[in-house]
């Protein structure tokens, strides 16, 4: 693989060798391996997790591959993944197209737990991948608590949360895999549901319901630009690593401050122009010029025609709009545009269900 070289700054020049290997190598328990009671169930057990919206990174400068963390702000939306697990004699016999990631995380449950035994999963994702809407970790959350009670519940959530984190991958090529970008931000909300502010170390700062009752669209303008593999690593380990070294206080003070007290009161008009301010700040700006100004200027249109709230998912395109208007009202705003829209569904408060 290639080794990548990462700039923070003008004395900040590391490389970093962006290694792949096989499912079930380079495996991170979190302290939490140990002899369990295992029930195993007869029966397969399905779950169904909500995918994510990942509005910001606090601070890049926190986190990498294979090293979890960087704070970050998102929430659940109605695209579900849905996965079933049945444990088997021996063996794994995964129906999914990303068989590689589910392979992965089975073999670190296993190791946690002690289990020498095969799995049977039959999993089915949200089908929209690498544009923001967390296909990886909203798998990963649905298949972490099939398999957990699939044992008798041997883990908690939080442990079965910091174990993903810990162990977040994505494919590369020939059936290998490698460390990826995680903040935890999405298994966090795929998991309880609403609003989640992260901090470092996948902690979870506050969590509260949001948007109760208003429409979600997802716009996704034409970009020409991966968001996904070298391309992302890029562009995270670099131009947003150095923006985040100037912005990040900013930013944490308009959470704290000013970002959690409006999620607190349900103000959305107030997050909208809070996290337009964000889009300026740091990584989140970063994200948005890789893909082209022209990102900047859908939003401002957007904001400008009375959407409450407007925002990018993590490194984009995707588009976040919360409001009342509908979808056939929204068509007409976006027909100038000429955008339309990818998904129109609901802010999820739920979380992860058990079918």
């Known amino acids: 693989m290639t080794i990548l070289k990462i700039r923070g700054g003008d004395m900040d020049l590391v490389e970093y060798d962006f290694t792949s290997f096989l499912p079930g190598e380079n495996i991170n328990t979190c302290g939490f391996e140990g002899t369990y009671a295992l029930s195993l169930s007869q029966v397969p057990i399905r779950t169904k997790a909500p995918g994510r919206i990942h509005l910001t990174v606090l601070d890049m400068n926190r986190f990498a591959p294979g090293q979890p963390g960087g704070g970050g702000i998102g929430f659940a939306i109605d695209v579900f993944a849905e996965v079933e697990v049945l444990c088997i004699e021996k063996g794994f016999e995964i129906n999914y197209s990303r068989p590689s990631i589910i392979r992965h995380f089975l073999s670190v449950f296993s190791k946690t737990v002690g289990y020498t035994g095969g799995f049977s999963v039959t999993a089915r994702d949200h089908n929209f991948k690498h544009v923001g809407l967390g296909s990886t970790s909203t798998i990963l959350?649905?298949?972490?608590?099939?398999?957990?009670?699939?044992?008798?519940?041997?883990?908690?959530?939080?442990?079965?949360?910091?174990?993903?984190?810990?162990?977040?991958i994505e494919e590369t090529e020939g059936g290998k895999i490698a460390f990826g970008f995680e903040t935890g931000v999405g298994p966090a909300v795929s998991g309880k549901g609403g609003m989640a502010i992260l901090g470092d170390n996948l902690t979870v700062v506050y969590q509260h319901?949001?948007?109760?009752?208003?429409?979600?669209?997802?716009?996704?303008?034409?970009?020409?630009?991966?968001?996904?593999?070298?391309?992302?690593?890029?562009?995270?380990?670099?131009?947003?690593?150095?923006?985040?070294?100037?912005?990040?206080?900013?930013?944490?003070?308009?959470?704290?401050?000013?970002?959690?007290?409006?999620?607190?009161?349900?103000?959305?008009?107030?997050?909208?122009?809070?996290?337009?301010?964000?889009?300026?700040?740091?990584?989140?700006?970063?994200?948005?010029?890789?893909?082209?100004?022209?990102?900047?200027?859908?939003?401002?249109?957007?904001?400008?025609?009375?959407?409450?709230?407007?925002?990018?998912?993590?490194?984009?395109?995707?588009?976040a709009i919360i409001t009342d208007m509908s979808h056939d009202k929204l068509l007409s705003v976006l027909a100038p545009l000429k955008l339309d829209i990818a998904v129109s569904t609901k802010v999820n408060n739920t979380g992860l269900i058990y079918l």
């Open 141 to 168: 959350t649905a298949l972490s608590a099939a398999t957990n009670r699939a044992f008798g519940e041997p883990l908690t959530p939080d442990q079965l949360r910091i174990l993903i984190g810990n162990n977040y």
């Open 209 to 319: 319901q949001f948007a109760e009752g208003k429409n979600l669209h997802v716009v996704i303008p034409p970009s020409s630009i991966s968001s996904a593999g070298e391309e992302e690593f890029s562009l995270l380990m670099n131009k947003a690593r150095s923006f985040d070294y100037r912005d990040r206080e900013l930013k944490a003070y308009i959470i704290m401050m000013d970002f959690i007290p409006a999620l607190n009161n349900g103000n959305l008009k107030k997050m909208g122009d809070l996290i337009w301010e964000m889009e300026f700040r740091g990584s989140k700006r970063a994200e948005i010029e890789h893909h082209s100004f022209e990102l900047y200027q859908y939003m401002h249109k957007l904001r400008k025609s009375g959407l409450e709230f407007v925002g990018m998912s993590s490194v984009g395109p995707s588009i």
